[in-house]
């Protein structure tokens, strides 16, 4: 036998793995992994920015929740106020409006006695 005919057993399985239909599929299944690795790693990038950037909006929120709830307060305390004031003139009518039309003396209109 002559050994210069003799192929390395490395290529033999390497020509034997390129010619199957397997490899193409192989190959593509590595291809789209690679890219959806890539993606995903675009997107874990992203939402850290997107979380870095949430961490430090909590504190201008709060304040803005505050000043709001201050403002709601206010408007509440204006509305019970007015409510009270508006109860309270009508109390003081009622007492004089009764004495009027109850307790006052009724004027006669025709002829006296």
Known sequence: MDSSKLVPVQQVVVVAIKNRPEQDVLRTAISRTEEESCATMYRWRQAENVFSDLQEQPEPMGEEYREERGRRIEAIGR???????????????????????????????????
């Open 79 to 113: 509305m019970e106020r007015r409510a009270m004031e508006k109860e309270l003139n009508t109390a003081a009518v009622l007492p004089s409006l009764y004495d009027f039309l109850f307790l006052s003396p009724l004027t006669s209109t025709g002829s006296s006695e």
